[in-house]
C-alpha cells in the first residue's frame, strides 16, 4: 500500500470518529425497502451496515415492508387483485400471502444475510408479544371513503420486544403485519411503521431508503434536492409529493415531531448508504428536524459542517449529552400514530394501501 493510498484510508477512519462517538449507544430505526431489498448486491452491503452498526456500539433495528414481492407472489400464485378507487384491495387470501412472503420471505432473507456474519439478527412482526396494534382504514378516493380491505395504520405500539432483543445484544428485524384490537391482521405501511417505531424507541435517527437521492423541493429539478428540512417547511412541501413519497416524508415528520432528533431519507440504491449517513460529515440524502433553530443543530467536537444545498442551515455531528435518547423502558407504550394518517402505495407499479 502507498503511503497516499495509506494516507487517504487513515482520513476516511478519523473523519468517523466523532460519529462513532456521538451516536455510541444510540438506537437507529432503519426502514428496509426499494431496490436495497431486491438486488443482490444491495441486499449484502446493507446487512453489512447493519452488522457494522451495532458492532460499531450502536442499536440498529430494522423495519421492513415488501410490496414488489407480494406483488410477485399475488401473480404466481395467480391470485386476481380486486381494485376499488384505483387502489388494491387486500382481501383475507391476499392477507394470508402479505403474512407468508414478509415474515417467511423477506424477513427470513434478511435475518439470514446478518447473521452470515454472526448470531446478530432476531426476527419478529408486529404481530409479536403486541408489538404493533392497527385499525382498519378506508382510502379517500375523490373525497370519498373506499374500502380497500384489511389495510390499516398503526394506532399502539409495544416496544417491549424489541427492546428485550435489543438488550441482548441482537438487531431486531421487524415484518410490518399488525393485529387490530380483535385480533384481525392487517398489511400496514411499512414507512408509517417505521416511524412509529422510531417514536416508541425513542431512536436517536429513523433512516428510511428510497430509490432516490433524497427530498426534491421541485421534482424532477434534480438542482432542488434538499439536504436538509425543518418539519414546518416539509409540511408545506406535502401536498405537492409524488405519491411514492408522501408516507416517507410523513413518517419522517411524525418522527422529529414526536421527539426523534433527525430522520432521513437516503438513496438506498448507493451501496452502504447508512454507513454513509451516519459515520461521514457530508452525509448523504435528505435530513429533517423539528425545527431550524440553532437550538436544534446538533454540533461535534471538531466534525465540520454537514453542508446544505436547500437552505436550511448546515448539517453538523451531534454532539451533547443532553440530546442523546435512550430506549424507552420495558413497561412504556407509546402510541404512536393516529388512524387517520395518510399511507400511500408500496409495491412496485401498484396503488395499494400498505407498503406490504
Given at each position: 500500500?502507498?503511503?497516499q493510498?495509506a ?72 391470485i ?33 444475510l ?20 392497527a ?16 389495510v ?11 427492546l ?132 436544534n ?10 453542508t ?49
Amino acid at each position: 500500500m502507498s503511503g497516499q493510498t495509506a494516507q487517504a484510508k487513515a482520513a476516511v477512519l478519523i473523519e468517523a470518529l466523532p460519529w462513532l462517538q456521538r451516536f455510541r449507544g444510540a438506537t437507529v430505526v432503519v426502514k428496509y425497502g426499494g431496490n436495497a431489498m431486491v438486488d443482490d448486491d444491495l441486499k449484502r452491503a446493507f446487512a453489512q451496515d447493519m452488522v457494522f452498526l451495532k458492532l460499531a456500539g450502536l442499536h440498529p433495528v430494522v423495519v421492513h415492508g415488501g410490496g414488489p414481492q407480494i406483488a410477485a407472489m399475488l401473480g404466481r400464485l395467480g391470485i386476481e387483485s380486486e381494485f376499488r378507487g384505483g387502489l388494491r384491495v387486500t382481501t383475507p387470501e391476499a392477507m394470508d400471502v402479505v403474512r407468508m412472503v414478509l415474515v417467511g420471505q423477506v424477513q427470513r432473507e434478511l435475518v439470514g444475510l446478518i447473521n452470515e456474519h454472526g448470531p446478530y439478527a432476531v426476527g419478529l412482526s408486529g404481530e409479536d408479544a403486541h408489538l404493533l396494534t392497527a385499525i382498519r382504514r378506508p382510502a379517500i378516493v375523490d373525497g370519498e371513503p373506499v374500502d380497500i380491505g384489511l389495510v390499516g395504520d398503526i394506532v399502539d405500539v409495544n416496544p417491549d420486544a424489541v427492546l428485550d432483543i435489543v438488550r441482548a445484544g441482537r438487531i431486531p428485524v421487524v415484518s410490518t403485519v399488525a393485529p387490530d384490537a380483535d385480533g384481525v391482521v392487517h398489511n400496514v405501511n411499512a414507512d408509517t411503521a417505521a416511524g412509529a417505531v422510531a417514536v416508541a424507541l425513542r431512536a436517536e435517527k429513523l433512516v428510511v431508503l428510497t430509490d432516490v437521492e433524497g427530498l426534491y423541493a421541485n421534482w424532477p429539478d434534480r438542482g432542488s434536492l434538499l439536504h436538509q428540512v425543518h418539519a414546518d417547511r416539509l409540511e408545506e412541501l406535502l401536498p405537492g409529493l409524488d405519491s411514492g413519497m408522501v408516507p416517507k416524508m410523513e413518517a419522517c415528520l411524525r418522527a422529529v415531531r414526536g421527539g426523534v432528533p433527525e430522520a432521513h431519507v437516503i438513496d438506498g440504491r448507493l451501496a452502504h448508504s447508512v454507513l454513509l449517513e451516519v459515520f461521514t460529515s457530508e452525509g448523504v440524502g435528505t435530513m429533517v428536524t423539528a425545527s431550524g433553530a440553532a437550538g436544534n443543530q446538533r454540533t461535534a467536537g471538531g466534525a465540520g459542517n454537514r453542508t446544505t444545498a436547500g437552505g436550511a442551515g448546515n448539517r453538523t455531528a451531534a454532539g451533547g449529552a443532553g440530546n442523546q435518547k435512550t430506549a424507552v423502558g420495558a413497561g412504556d407504550r407509546t402510541t404512536a400514530v393516529g388512524a387517520g394518517d395518510r399511507t400511500a402505495a408500496g409495491g412496485a407499479g401498484d396503488r395499494t394501501g400498505a407498503d406490504g
